[in-house]
Each structure stands twice: as C-alpha cells, then as structure tokens.
C-alpha cells in the first residue's frame, strides 16, 4: 500500500480565523487503493455544500502564520479500479461551519506512489484539476 505523507506547512501572514479551523481533504471519486482501502466519493462539485468528509486535520494559529499539520493519505494513481481518482482540500471555519477557502492552488490533486513523502508545493506545482 502506498501512504504518501504530506510534510506540515506554515502559512504566514495568516489574515483569516485563529482558531477553529481545519484542513478538510475530500474524495472526489470511489476509488480502491493499491492496498485494499476503500474510499468512497465525498464531493461531486462543490465541499462547502456537503457534510461528509474523508479526513479532517486541525491547524493551529500562533505568531501570524497557521500551521497545517502533517497529512497521511493513499495514493490514488495506482488504483486498480480508478487511477484518475483525486483529492480535494479546503480550509473550514467550525466556528461558522462554512469553508473558509480551497486549499492550494488546484480544486483536486492525484498522488502517485512514489515519492513516500512530498510537500503541499510539490502537489500543486505538479499540476492537476482533472
């Protein structure tokens, strides 16, 4: 099974919530994992309007920056059942239990098996919206 970890970031100059926000990684197609995982589509158009959720990660706030923790996820090109399966993220106030903004650069992302470990950089600067 290939579980590829997603180093943390510290986005500075943070000018949103300081707390009670959360990092928000829907599925946005059924999808097998090479290693048996099952994941099923939580998103179809748009994150805000729906209530279920694949993985949630809490951020912090400290000094002007948010920090999103490390994130674990399957890869999703390897699927043997649907390799064009991808992942969204989003930012969330669970204050106001509304969405705060898309996470990076692109509304979806594919991960490959390999590299094991990459960065929320190397995600979007490799491009996706499929």
Do not use: E
């Not at 829907?26 to 999808?31: A, C, E, K, R, V």
């Not at 805000?48 to 996820?73: E, I, K, M, Q, R």
Request: aromatic share 12%; with cysteine.
């Amino acid at each position: 099974m290939a579980s590829i970890t997603i180093s943390n970031i510290s986005l500075s100059s943070w000018q949103g919530n300081t707390f009670g926000v959360q990092l928000r990684i829907y599925t946005n197609g059924n999808f097998t994992a090479n290693g048996g995982n099952l994941h099923q589509a939580t998103i179809q158009s748009n994150p805000a309007s729906l209530s279920t959720f694949f993985d949630v990660y809490n951020c912090t706030y400290s000094s002007g920056s948010l920090f999103v923790p490390a994130v674990t996820l399957d890869s999703t090109t390897d699927s043997p059942d649907n390799p064009s399966a991808s992942y969204s993220a989003v930012l969330f106030d669970t204050n106001s239990g509304k969405q705060i903004q898309q996470f990076g650069t692109y509304n979806s992302f594919q991960l490959s098996p390999s590299p094991t470990t990459t960065t929320w950089g190397n995600i979007f600067a490799a491009g996706s919206d499929i």
